[in-house]
């Protein structure tokens, strides 16, 4: 079966501190994602990747950076959190050998900055 | 650009009702259209992705619709269950843009 796995549910972080926000998918798809969800303005795209070592902005990337260095994993990075980084983080996962098929998700990490 | 825009933004209605959710979006020339279901504090679940060669995809009690033309597509749950309580979102996933979502609560 499908699998996205994030690896904190809840995450609790200071103003400043740099925060690694991790996501593995055991599908060997190509296609990663980052969104944020947030009350009022559903979900928006922070950053993908169609391979390995490969990047794209989405919608918001101010203020977070992405890391692929392995087919399976794709780390978003907050590279000096701030209070307007409080929010549901989002992790999906789709294969590009067929843009048809469903994206994946995995069961989101809950960002408190403090 | 690409808008998804989802109405009602929230339906409550008792068990074994026939439902319609909503879901436009102004760009016609979109691939592919998503459903999704969350449940509070968890991910996205996918229900329905309809191609645009497609008019509607099935799958046991929900239906899902696209109309291109019109650019609109509508998500139709049979015979509601309180099991159905969830926020459904829309999504134009080649364009990777979501709609608000329609959070649903079906009531015994």
């Known amino acids: 079966d499908v699998k996205v796995t994030q690896s904190s549910r809840y995450l609790v972080k200071r103003t400043g501190e740099k925060v690694f926000l991790e996501c593995v998918q055991d599908?060997?798809?190509?296609?990663m994602f980052w969104y944020r969800q947030d009350p009022g303005l559903g979900l928006r795209l922070i950053y993908f990747?169609?391979?390995?070592?490969?990047?794209e902005k989405g919608d918001i990337p101010e203020g977070y950076s992405v890391s692929r260095e392995k087919k399976e994993r794709f780390s978003l990075i907050l590279e000096s959190a701030s209070t307007n980084q409080t929010s549901m983080y989002l992790c999906?996962?789709?294969?590009?050998?067929?843009?048809?098929?469903?994206?994946?998700f995995g069961d989101g990490t809950r960002l408190s900055i403090l | 650009k690409q808008e998804v825009t989802q109405i009602p933004a929230a339906l409550s209605v008792p068990e074994g009702e026939n439902l319609v959710l909503n879901c436009s979006f102004t760009?016609?020339?979109?691939?592919?259209l998503q459903w999704f279901r969350q449940d509070p504090g968890k991910g996205l679940t996918s229900l329905l992705l309809?191609?645009?060669?497609?008019r509607e995809q099935t799958s046991g009690r929900l239906n899902a619709s696209l109309d291109k033309s019109s650019g609109r597509s509508t998500l139709y749950i049979a015979a509601s269950q309180p099991g159905d309580s969830a926020t459904y979102l829309c999504?134009?996933?080649?364009?990777?843009?979501f709609g608000t979502g329609t959070r649903l609560q079906v009531f015994p």
């Open positions: 999906a996962s789709s294969t590009s050998s067929d843009s048809n098929q469903p994206q994946h």
């Open positions: 599908m060997d798809h190509e296609n």
């Open positions: 990747s169609y391979d390995v070592k490969m990047k």
């Open positions: 760009d016609s020339a979109i691939y592919n």
């Open positions: 309809i191609q645009s060669s497609q």
């Open positions: 999504a134009a996933t080649d364009k990777l843009i």
